[in-house]
């Protein structure tokens, strides 16, 4: 495997030898060790010295199931810090067949000029895309098909990319060609734009693997990771309700956030519920899909394919998050208006979570009723359109409430909150608190973990706990969810597979942790240099002060709890 | 003297004797030491815990020519760190009248109630401000004093602190009467609107003075003070001509900023130069002026009047920082529309400077062709409407410039640049970077020394010593051209009169350098523990990139030099 470095304002293209020290990482732990020996700390993240990455994980490439997820990341221009961002779809397979170890766009181009950047194994290529500029996602990505043809893996951005708004994202295509499997968070889309290439698209050699040490290793510890992978419970719920599973859980413990973070239970939860969803897509059958794979070889298929009554595909995935964020949070209970405010926020390449969050602020600032879907559509147009106010919310939450005057933003390091209220699953709050990549339920959610929530005890260490695996998974280029898998298959499976893939004798049972703790290790030290202090690693002060019913809790975790979670 | 706490929830007063470690300071140095000793660092700037404090300097209330200023502070919206601001008009020496060391409003209505504070020998009274919300700086000024008569001093904010916007500051009436003395920096004005408190009106028994411990020693350094002050070739030039001389200086070196601070020179410089505001001004003749006292007693006269041909005064003083602001940096030439800029802002009670950087920002992204004064004016209507466009440019530069996607914002801390453009006078680039003020040519100007503004060598040791001398004046309540007279007079005068005033005998030649260092070390410290570390210690990145012309330099002191600027 090699490096392959694309300077955007020369175009030129340089394979490079993996470093050393860059050898035992992969996805967001190579991101991170990328960032700090690469990019200078206090550069601008939309400027010419951010590098825009994209690193399979340790695992991907092999069909694993789960695990063959695209880490991209940079310096984030909504945290100002480090930034890894995973999506499914078929980029991280298309990057290890590529043999790339990681891609790496340099610089920003002098003019004007908007490109397509292709790799193949002939080479690097920079097409125009001045037919591409302004389209949205979907059209975009079908002519890029055309183009490319089907086998082609792309990563792209919309018009929110293009406009570099803070929340925009970088998209991916899914097993079915559908450019919905997101790197949503911390607008990566944006330093994308800011290097004004529309898309990148891969061709790897379909027949193209990368190497195996021992094959026959391999295939046996997939068997046993498949086994238990299959055979766990979780597996079955997924398949069947996908994310949305999550909706009834949230409410039942009063910590699904609703009107702006105003309120932890909404009246209306059961009619946007996992089960809801289920039903409704089950009753219009083909091309919805209570279950569908978002990468070959997935086992779980947590995914649905949500059409409108009359057939037309609006996303595909409807998700926990979006359900919450630009459902509940919005006091939206109709599951048509929530997919149609994911199909806008799709096709600008925006992050649901950050962008139903700012939508949230504009409710608390009055610009939106609670509950008032269609002027909740007109405030995406109004972010289609560019206007002050489209901007305002396309640039995140954070942002959107300094402006909008609102104080009661739900966000840390100015990236948003996820749909898990937290001053009462304080765990994740801790984990918002502390990430290094800013709120975000994918780096330690700790809801499923048989503790008192509202308890503000033992939070701290319950969220290292599952922060530190997060990294872990989310190095080796695994799916949250192939967790439940490796949880539940023997501890050394994970060791297995990377000694059979890579020869790596030294590995044992202990890598998830070490990989992990290296990855937050790496990731903080690439904030401290940017200026990141304790006074970072905390909720937004107003949550320690204005309780949220129905349960009353605060975030009350002590802050020496937050200061000191990762030094042991 | 004492302090005054009012709450602006429970609406109680209560006096308190000065706490010993306050006692020896005073402005800007006494509101640090409270923001540390009460406000919790990481406290919302706009939330209940913020604490907003009006302080007069040490020297204030014996008409000092130029040394009656009042500090007004707290937490800052736009930095996030320490914010003190100064003006001048009536305000200092009514809060000293009153036997006041400082005003410390406390906590937030927890209803929309808008209060007038009104504070006098008697005590402090809420009065309903029902009629005054909304009403521009002008309208509510000219209500309030027919309510509590023409003797009164005011505090009060526009709409944009209503607003909570993040560029507002809090206006203090001249000596005149008109409301034009802002505390214009750091969105105090916001914190002002977030407690809704429209106006403070202090009543002091106008024979009120505070006690001279050797009135007979005070008035012989008054004397020696005043002498060295009116010879000082300074202030002749300022009297004629304001601060509006350093339009020609800053053009001779190319460092007007221009443009959105995309170049150094504005050919059109000559007609908006002291010389030229000057000749306009005794060319209309009453009620403009070219000269005019903002305080009473002030022997340099600074500001002025600026009336329109018509005879409607539309500004009191236009000062160089609006020229460069509102003038050059939007590619404008006509005094004229930069006086209706100036009285927009004023009116809407927002910093000119944070507004006029805004408005630079604008028109990088294209909503403002240069030269275009009614386009500027159109977009402070938009201010006044607050429609989205207007809350974004209300929110100053940063804000903007995130918001609008344009990187090359003039902004450290988050608060604009004044019209001296760093790359070229390097030392107050080091000053803009290093100030726990954020970018503040008050905070230590070094224009005036006669080095190579272009020599990155030795602006740190420059940029320091003046830094202090500012700190010092700051907490005195001198005005920055107070120093000329402080100076040029024998080196043991401020200690003279301290030691006159308060009996300090054990003060000496080193006051000045003692007060400014103590304040400086007590900022940072807050800053450090509200989060801010040397990273924030920088110029934008862009200017260390990208050259001005005409000289065609890039900001390049040393980062080493930033960081140990005050380790000594």
Known sequence: MHILRVNTRTREARVAAVPPTWERLGGRGLIARILLDEVPPHADPLGPKN??????????????????RISIGGKSPLTGGVKESNAGGSTGLAVARLGLKALLLEDRPADDRWSVIVISPEGVRFDPADDLVGLGVYAAAERLRERYGKQAAISLIGPAGEMRLRAAGIQNLDRDGMPTRISARGGLGAVMGSKQVKAVVFLPDPKAKPPLADPAAFREAQKIYNKALLGHPQTKVYHD??????????SHFGSLPTRGFSEGYFEGWESISGEALRERLLQRGKPSLPTHACMVGCAIQCSNVYATADGEILTSPLEYETIGLMGSNLGIDDLDTIARLNH????????????????????????????????????????????????????????AGKVLGVEQVPAVKGQAMPAYEPRVIKGTGVTYATSPQGADHTAGLTIRAKVDHLNPEGQAALSRKVQISMAGYDTLGACIFAGFGFAAAPKDTIARLLRARYGWDDVDENILADLGRQTIML??????????????????????????????AVFDVPEKDLDTIFDR
Chains 1, 2 share one sequence.
Request: one cysteine or more; proline letters at 4%.
């Open 51 to 68: 590098i825009l990455i994209w690193a399979p994980g340790l695992l991907v490439g092999h069909m694993l199931s789960s695990c063959d």
């Open 523 to 552: 990731e903080r030290e690439f904030n401290r240099r940017a200026g990141f202090t304790p006074a970072d690693d905390r909720l937004p002060e107003w949550m320690t002060r204005e309780s949220v019913p129905p349960t009353g």
């Open 241 to 250: 309700y996908g994310t949305a599973a999550m909706t009834s859980m949230t």
């Open 344 to 399: 806008e926020a799709n096709d600008l390449g925006l992050d649901t979570i950050d962008t139903g969050a700012a939508l949230g602020v504009a409710g608390r600032a009055g610009l939106l009723k609670w509950g008032d879907g269609e002027k909740a559509l007109a405030l995406m147009e109004e972010i289609r359109r560019g206007t002050a106010l489209g901007r305002v919310l396309g640039s995140g939450a954070a942002i």
